[in-house]
């Protein structure tokens, strides 16, 4: 029998010691050298959206709601002359409201709280043209703090849209004085009600309306000091524009950015630069498409609202070429949303839900011109199939220098389904990045496009049964990155 003396003991103790701190390093090392051979993402194509300008480019359908002193006049730009007496909306109930846009499946909402006819529907200090000297609720209602409160009951995000031009206030006009009011208008709404997540400043103004210099950049300083995580809209930004129509239909070709030195808040002759955007942008300001359920933007009771094929089809001239569509539902002079106009907004989220609930592109087997990291790495080609916005395909730097393009490939393996709306996203994080591009089906072109950016829907003329399906980037602002790649089918779609 072997023995071993304590010495020896002592010397078996520490080459295990040894050892296994060896192994402990050996395994650190080996891991510290695995992570830094993990492949990193590529850098962004400026310029690039801010945190707030990302979560609201993903909410896509957003409610506008015009209530005001024009609901009870059935006009849609008052005079300013009208008396407040006239305003007694009896029913009204904000909470219906954010019910019709919780059924909407929308979660942010925007008040008209002050249109050109200058009357507020808030008690505002400023003047006496507002709710405070209505007989609703003797003087002592508000309906912005109604408006908010039922929002944030339901997780649902509020936004106000204040209106420069004022057709009552007597200092409209007077260059300083006017922008001190508007501006104390501006502390009183971005001070007491909470976080509002968007303002809307409006460019319109009567052709024979008095001359108003209106101090925007100042206005726009003062909001972001008080609400820094807030997205303002008007024709120039800074954080959204608008699309230069009221037919909520963005340009085919649509980019998010912008020249900011191009842009000046009402002026006619830009629409066409708003609607399509420029691809030499120095400013990342994405489009917003407005426009109303019903031919006016106010309540009038001979109006009707659109079909569903009417809405379907801004839908996809809007959010599929990618903007935010911003649907006005003006309650009625109840101070109710009429109830016709909450069924098409729940038909249209219904049929938004049966189009885009089943993809076809889910399942298939996926390759690409190339794959940033390869096959196992973390920008693949199967993360456009994946159903996360923040994971994307990325090819080599090197591929597409030889003018050939990028492309990437899903061969389905059920071809017995048919689809008739082929949906492209770009990691917008990154940057808007693809100027051309055609979708093939086992080789033949079904799709010619240029932009894509959040969201890009292509309805086709027929359903199709193909197998192969590639999208073939031809141009773009550095190597492309894609987000997904969506095939659905569309029972609306006639043809």
């Not at 008209?112 to 529907?121: I, R, S």
């Not at 049966?354 to 199967?382: C, L, N, P, V």
């Amino acid at each position: 029998m072997l023995s071993l003396r304590p010495s020896q003991c002592t010397q078996v103790v520490t080459n295990m010691n040894n050892l296994v701190t060896f192994c402990l390093v050996s395994l650190l090392y080996q891991i510290q050298f695995s992570q830094s051979l993990l492949t990193t993402p590529p850098l962004p194509v400026s310029p690039t959206p801010s945190y707030s300008q990302l979560k609201w480019q993903r909410l896509e359908i957003i409610m506008f709601f015009h209530f005001g002193m024009n609901t009870f006049t059935d006009s849609e730009w008052g005079t300013g002359e009208e008396n407040p007496s006239i305003f007694n909306p009896t029913h009204l109930d904000t909470n219906q409201w954010m019910e019709a846009a919780v059924e909407a499946g929308v979660s942010l909402v925007v008040l008209v709280a002050k249109h050109h006819d200058g009357f507020c529907l808030w008690p505002t200090q400023y003047t006496d043209h507002s709710v405070k000297w209505s007989p609703w609720k003797e003087g002592k209602g508000d309906v912005l703090k109604e408006f908010v409160d039922a929002a944030q009951a339901r997780g649902i995000d509020a936004g106000i849209y204040l209106s420069p031009w004022d057709r009552h206030e007597r200092t409209y006009g007077l260059e300083v004085a006017y922008n001190e009011y508007y501006l104390g208008q501006l502390h009183e709404l971005l001070t007491r009600y909470g976080s509002i997540q968007e303002i809307w400043f409006d460019g319109a103004k009567g052709k024979n309306a008095t001359n108003m210099t209106y101090h925007f950049q100042e206005w726009f300083q003062t909001v972001k000091q008080l609400q820094p995580s807030i997205n303002i809209f008007s024709d120039a930004g800074p954080d959204i524009r608008w699309v230069g129509d009221e037919a909520g239909s963005a340009g085919s070709t649509c980019w998010s950015t912008v020249n900011h030195t191009h842009l000046k808040i009402g002026d006619a002759s830009l629409e066409k630069y708003l609607n399509t955007g420029d691809p030499h942008g120095t400013d990342w300001v994405p489009p917003e498409c407005d426009v109303s359920i019903r031919p006016g933007w106010f309540w009038h009771k001979n109006e009707a609202a659109k079909s569903l094929r009417q809405l379907l089809n801004i839908y996809y001239r809007s959010v599929g070429r990618n903007c935010v569509l911003l649907i006005n539902v003006p309650p009625n002079s109840t101070g109710l949303v009429s109830e016709a106009d909450i069924i098409r907004m729940k038909e249209l989220h219904q049929a938004i839900q049966t189009i885009f609930s089943i993809d076809m592109a889910k399942g298939s087997e996926t390759k690409a011109s190339s794959q940033r990291g390869g096959t196992t790495g973390s920008f693949r080609a199967s993360n456009v199939i994946d159903g996360n916005e923040d994971t994307y395909w990325a090819p080599e730097e090197r591929d597409g220098g030889d003018g050939q393009g990028y492309w990437i490939e899903l061969c389905r393996f059920d071809v017995n389904t048919p689809f008739n709306v082929v949906r492209l996203q770009e990691a917008i994080q990154m940057g808007q990045r693809i100027k051309q591009y055609e979708v093939l089906v086992d080789g033949i072109v079904v799709v010619n496009g240029t932009t894509v950016g959040h969201k890009r829907l292509h309805r086709l003329k027929w359903p199709v049964f193909g197998r192969v399906i590639r999208v073939w980037i031809k141009e773009s602002r550095g190597p492309p990155l894609l987000s997904a790649v969506g095939l659905h089918f569309d029972p609306f779609r006639k043809g």
